[in-house]
């Protein structure tokens, strides 16, 4: 964040030959200069690039307001909060007033009684573009008051009258003044308040009690919506769907590598996960979103994986814990915890009560095969089935240590595990035994070697 300009005064403002712009003309005007000049307005955002994002980019363009129609966990709370970006830094209010007007354009009886008291020394103060963005989560119990405003008692008791405008205590819309306005989940409005928001979507004045303040409130408005909600807790009204300029629908990434750089953006790891556990987890998140046994209308979250990812890495930092480990990585066995642990954020099909553990299983294994596929294809490992079918077991757990799993490995394999290793550009020990417990449960996988499970405790023969 840079320094606030120190220009103080409306008649210093003027001399600097600044000049006022409407809120929409600044949002398009930055975003026009930052496609120009190559830059990511969107930093962040994954998977969006040639689908939502160029249809977002022409709704601002063109000056609408914006509903954003999605599942759960498709990031459209994350794309709202972009847009704060594409404010102007540092902008200029009126000191103290309660709407952040321009000094040039004062809009509440108070603001111009000032500014025409004042003149040129009518005094002004600078807001940051975060404070221009507000947000609201749409809950049933949302009031007009919230939202738009209501009458304020205390201030009536001072002894002004009702139908003075300066007894009115505004609501987040107005406040939001030269800014954006956010509602999150906007059918869970009770239908009475959506109509509250018909006047400042259209006419960009506000009613409040009864009477109507001119106010021309300068705001964008974007709300997010679940297209399931129209039916199952709410529904946008038709009259208000109207406003809104555009409807964009998001969606989950189509490609396994922006589903892997959410992981990796959001996920708050306590420990180290190797880059082919994450695409594990990323693999396992995208079956289950075309797997007949869970229920797509609430689709299958980001978070999930996200959660997966974090889930794995507490085990692994667990384990290091416990057995005295320099450094915590996770390994193949962590993966089985996580998806424990996970079930209850997915919704089953009713037909599948009762196999929810058989259908996360089944999932699990599919996507550590393709992974194991993907980046171990091409390396021989018959080295090491031959050791197992001469006898060797290989031993590993949620308390094996990696240590302790690399010593019992058969020493005739070495050349493989060290193919393996720069394959997977493992060096240290927690790496290593995280690369070779991958490719042990390929060969399971694949029905090479067997598994057996006793506790705590897995052995490969």
Not at 30 to 40: M, Q
Not at 185 to 203: G, T, Y
Not at 217 to 229: G, H, K, M, W
Not at 432 to 459: F, N
Request: hydrophobic share 45%.
């Amino acid at each position: 964040m840079s320094d606030a300009p120190t220009i103080a005064t409306v008649g210093q403002l003027r001399a600097a030959g600044h000049e006022a712009k409407g809120l929409r003309a600044e949002i398009r005007d930055n975003l026009l200069a930052a496609v120009a000049a190559g830059a990511d307005p969107w930093p962040g955002l994954h998977g969006f690039d040639d689908t939502v994002l160029p249809q977002l980019e022409r709704a601002l363009i063109a000056g609408h307001d914006v509903v954003l129609l999605g599942e759960r966990g498709q990031g459209k709370t994350r794309l709202l909060r972009t847009l704060v970006g594409l404010l102007d830094e540092w902008t200029p209010v009126i000191a103290g007033s309660e709407l952040g007007e321009h000094p040039y354009e004062p809009i509440t009886a108070a603001s111009r009684r000032l500014a025409d008291e004042l003149g040129d020394d009518l005094p002004i103060s600078w807001r940051h573009r975060d404070d221009r963005y507000a947000e609201k989560l749409a809950t049933p119990d949302t009031s007009v008051a919230d939202l738009v405003g209501d009458v304020d008692p205390i201030k009536v008791a001072q002894g002004r009258s009702l139908g003075d405008p300066e007894t009115i205590h505004y609501g987040l819309i107005p406040r939001a003044h030269r800014g954006i306005v956010a509602i999150n989940e906007l059918p869970d409005l009770a239908e009475r308040i959506q109509v509250s928001m018909l006047n400042v979507m259209e006419e960009r004045d506000i009613q409040i009690r009864g009477y109507v303040l001119r106010l021309p409130l300068d705001v964008l408005v974007v709300a997010s919506a679940n297209p399931e909600d129209y039916t199952n807790r709410g529904r946008i009204i038709t009259p208000l769907k109207d406003r809104f300029g555009a409807q964009i629908r998001t969606h989950y990434p189509t490609d396994l590598a922006d589903e892997v750089a959410v992981i990796e953006q959001e996920a708050n790891l306590v420990a180290q996960v190797p880059q082919p556990l994450v695409q594990v987890l990323a693999r396992l998140t995208r079956a289950l979103r075309e797997s007949p046994s869970i229920d797509q209308r609430s689709g299958v979250s980001a978070r999930f994986a996200i959660a997966g990812a974090e889930t794995v890495a507490a085990a692994a930092a667990h384990r290091a814990a416990r057995q005295g480990e320099p450094q915590a990585v996770a390994r193949v066995v962590d993966l089985e915890a996580a998806v424990a642990v996970l079930r209850g954020k997915l919704e089953f099909e009713s037909g599948e009560e009762g196999r929810e553990a058989e259908v996360l299983g089944y999932l699990l294994r599919t996507a550590t095969a393709a992974t194991v596929r993907e980046v171990l294809g091409g390396v021989d490992l018959a080295a090491i089935v031959t050791a197992i079918e001469d006898g060797a077991l290989i031993s590993t757990g949620e308390q094996v240590s990696a240590r302790e799993f690399l010593d019992g490995l058969p020493r005739i394999a070495r050349p493989t595990y060290v193919e393996i290793w720069d394959r997977l550009e493992a060096t240290d020990d927690g790496h290593r035994a995280s690369a070779v417990e991958l490719a042990l449960e390929g060969l399971y996988l694949a029905r090479r070697i067997s598994k057996g499970t006793d506790g705590a405790q897995t052995v490969y023969g």
